[in-house]
Each structure stands twice: as structure tokens, then as C-alpha cells.
């Protein structure tokens, strides 16, 4: 008897059950994910989205550099359309058994600021990609570099900054 | 009695679950003011509505006599507030970099010659001055600027913006010294004029 009204129970409130471990775990999750969204501040206007790639060694190979930009800003294409302005730069530093070829930039999207909508800016916003060609030595590699970069908002500037970026992959 | 334990039980995991829910929503609430705060750290003082937004600007300098400064111009001498003494002006801090702050500049100029009889003065101050004289005289000739262009040190940066590094900052100060208007990022061209205006009338005759 105890054991059909236990089994009984059992079918009674599993649902229930299930359903208080799937909140409890679903709540714990979107805590964690918050928890790194909440001390994430957005201080810097650009983030490198680094994830380990990997590529055919000794053949020629496009690794992809993906970048994000803090939304409600823009930063300068690498071609800005004027000169005063100071483009999208990534210096690269030599890396054993890596040969790195010419960056290839994304082409800007057209910007104006508001009052002056005449002026078209050519700017990054939201993500980016940047190639870099390469042939490596089968192995783990890494490229350190420096984004450089000028962020706006769309009514005033910020000083250049610099964002360090480490090129993780393995080519096999 | 087992049955009740067990619905005591199931009676306790839902309110667990209920106060979860409700720690996590409160979570999520302070969550999203932080982060609110982050993008408020990154534009000081205004929001994208905001541009050019008088009220938008820092305000700690709104109301009290402006900062003193001796600057270097670009031909190496030295320029101070005082030599402004007892004219309507309005100091820009602007940057090479600064593709808003070229929007306005010209605007400036205009101002300057058009309230020129009112004793009105336009002064910029560079705020990326590291990038040195000839670059700047470069940009402000590109930019048909004849008012003068002064280089920024901290004090002065400390003095007036107060560790904002967002450009353009404009102060508009009265004949008496005072600061009555802080303006933050490029506003339109006619609300430019009507501070410049209000400046100039400001602090009696």
C-alpha cells in the first residue's frame, strides 16, 4: 500500500520535481552567464573575440581575427575618408614557425554625425573581421599584436587606445 | 505523516525555487544598472539623446569662476585666462583625432568673427597636444581656424574636465569669469549660437 501510494506520489509530483531542478539549474545558469556580463563593465570600446582556430600546416591558410565593438559606438575604418583621422591599425609581432602574410581589413561602412550629415566618415561598427594570411609549422602557435584603434560615439570622441590581441592556433 | 513530510518537502522546494527566481530577477535588475553605469563611465555625463545637451555636460564647473590657466599657443608663448579678463569666452577642448570637434570648429571660427564686436573670444585648447605643433597647425589651417589654439597640459585637463576624455568639451564663460554653461559632443549649429549668445549677454554690462 505504501508502496503504490509512494509510486503514486512519485508519478504525482515528478513533473513538479523535474520542473524544480530545471528552474533551480536554469537560474543558477542565467546567474553565471550574468555574473560575467555584470563584471564585464564595457570599459573598453573594442573586444577581441579570441577563438582558437586551426588550419592545414604548411599550406596556406586565412585565420580570422573577430572583433567587437561596444554597441552605441564606431570606431575609424583601416581607410578613414580624411587624413585628419587615425585608422583601425593591427600591428603584428613575428612568431616562430609562422609566416604571416598581408592583413586584409574589412571595407568600412559610411558614417555621419548628426548636424553634419554631408560629411561621410568610413567607419567599423558592431563586429569585424580581420584575415590575416599565414603558412605554419604544423604545432601550437601563438601571434601577439596590438589593435589600434579611435572610438566615437555619435556626438563626441575618445582618445586612441590600444587593445593587446593574442592569436591562438594549431595547424595540422 | 510521510505523506505530509513529503508535501512539506515539495511545499519547501517551491519556495526555493520562488526565492530563487526572485534573488535572480533582483540579480539581473542590479546587473543591468551596472552595466548602465559602465556606458554611462564611457560617456561622462551624457547619453546618445544627449549630444550637445547643455545639461549633458559636466556640470562641477557650472556656476563658478573658471579654472585659470598659462598655456603654450602654437607659436610657443604663453597665454592665460587672465588676458581674457572681463570678455564673454568660450574655451573648446578638442582633439586631431576628433571628427565631431572638425564638425564645430568651423562653426567657432564663424562665431568668433560675428561676435568679435562684442568682445566675444573663442579659445581652443588641444587636448591631444603629445602629437605636436606642426600637426596641429597642420589641422586648424586645414580647418580655417584663426582664433587661438593653445596646448593642454594635465592641470588644465584636471582643471576642466575632470578625467573625461570625451571631446568635444565646451565651457562658456561670462565676462565676470563665470562658467555658466558646460556642453558636452557636438550639438547643432544653432544651439551653438544661442549659448554663445546667452555668454554674451550673461554678467551685466
Given at each position: 500500500m505504501k508502496a503504490t501510494w509512494l509510486n503514486r506520489t512519485r508519478h504525482t509530483f515528478a513533473p513538479i520535481v523535474s520542473l524544480v531542478f530545471i528552474l533551480a539549474t536554469t537560474s543558477h545558469l542565467?546567474?553565471?552567464?550574468?555574473?560575467?556580463?555584470?563584471?564585464?563593465?564595457?570599459?573598453?570600446?573594442?573586444?577581441?573575440?579570441?577563438?582558437?582556430?586551426?588550419?592545414?600546416?604548411?599550406?596556406?591558410?586565412?585565420?580570422?581575427?573577430?572583433?567587437?565593438?561596444?554597441?552605441?559606438?564606431?570606431?575609424?575604418?583601416?581607410?578613414?575618408?580624411?587624413?585628419?583621422?587615425?585608422?583601425?591599425?593591427?600591428?603584428?609581432?613575428?612568431?616562430e614557425g609562422v609566416k604571416a602574410g598581408e592583413l586584409v581589413y574589412p571595407a568600412g561602412v559610411p558614417y555621419s554625425f548628426p548636424f553634419d550629415p554631408a560629411d561621410k566618415l568610413d567607419v567599423y561598427a558592431g563586429d569585424f573581421i580581420i584575415r590575416l594570411p599565414i603558412v605554419a609549422t604544423a604545432g601550437d602557435h601563438a601571434i601577439d599584436g596590438t589593435l589600434k584603434y579611435q572610438a566615437c560615439d555619435n556626438a563626441s570622441c575618445y582618445p586612441p587606445k590600444t587593445l593587446p590581441v593574442r592569436i591562438v592556433f594549431t595547424a595540422k | 505523516m510521510r505523506r505530509a513530510i513529503l508535501l512539506l518537502m515539495m511545499a519547501a522546494g517551491l519556495a526555493l525555487v520562488v526565492w530563487s527566481g526572485w534573488q535572480n530577477l533582483r540579480q539581473r535588475r542590479s546587473a543591468m544598472q551596472a552595466q548602465q553605469q559602465g556606458r554611462i563611465d564611457l560617456m561622462p555625463g551624457m547619453s546618445s539623446a544627449a549630444a550637445g545637451d547643455p545639461s549633458a555636460g559636466q556640470s562641477q564647473l557650472r556656476g563658478q569662476p573658471a579654472p585659470a590657466f598659462n598655456l603654450l599657443d602654437l607659436n610657443g608663448k604663453t597665454v592665460s585666462l587672465s588676458n581674457f579678463k572681463g570678455r564673454p569666452l568660450l574655451i573648446n577642448f578638442w582633439g586631431t583625432y576628433c571628427a565631431p570637434c572638425k564638425i564645430e570648429m568651423p562653426w567657432l571660427e564663424e562665431f568668433s568673427k560675428t561676435y568679435a564686436p562684442d568682445g566675444f573670444q573663442v579659445i581652443g585648447i588641444t587636448y591631444d597636444s603629445?602629437?605636436?605643433?606642426d600637426i596641429i597647425a597642420k589641422d586648424v589651417h586645414k580647418l580655417g581656424v584663426t582664433y587661438p589654439i593653445l596646448l593642454s597640459t594635465p592641470k588644465a585637463e584636471n582643471d576642466y574636465l575632470s578625467g573625461t576624455e570625451a571631446l568635444p568639451m565646451s565651457f562658456y564663460i561670462d565676462k565676470t569669469g563665470k562658467v555658466i554653461e558646460v556642453t558636452a559632443g557636438?550639438?547643432?549649429?544653432?544651439?551653438?549660437?544661442?549659448?554663445?549668445?546667452?555668454?554674451?549677454?550673461?554678467?551685466?554690462q
Open positions: 542565467g546567474c553565471a552567464q550574468l555574473g560575467m556580463d555584470a563584471s564585464a563593465k564595457p570599459r573598453a570600446t573594442v573586444l577581441y573575440a579570441a577563438e582558437p582556430q586551426t588550419v592545414p600546416a604548411a599550406r596556406r591558410a586565412v585565420l580570422e581575427l573577430r572583433f567587437q565593438i561596444v554597441p552605441g559606438f564606431h570606431i575609424n575604418s583601416h581607410t578613414p575618408n580624411s587624413q585628419l583621422l587615425i585608422p583601425t591599425t593591427l600591428a603584428l609581432q613575428p612568431a | 603629445e602629437v605636436g605643433r557636438l550639438g547643432s549649429k544653432d544651439e551653438l549660437e544661442s549659448m554663445v549668445k546667452e555668454t554674451i549677454a550673461s554678467g551685466g
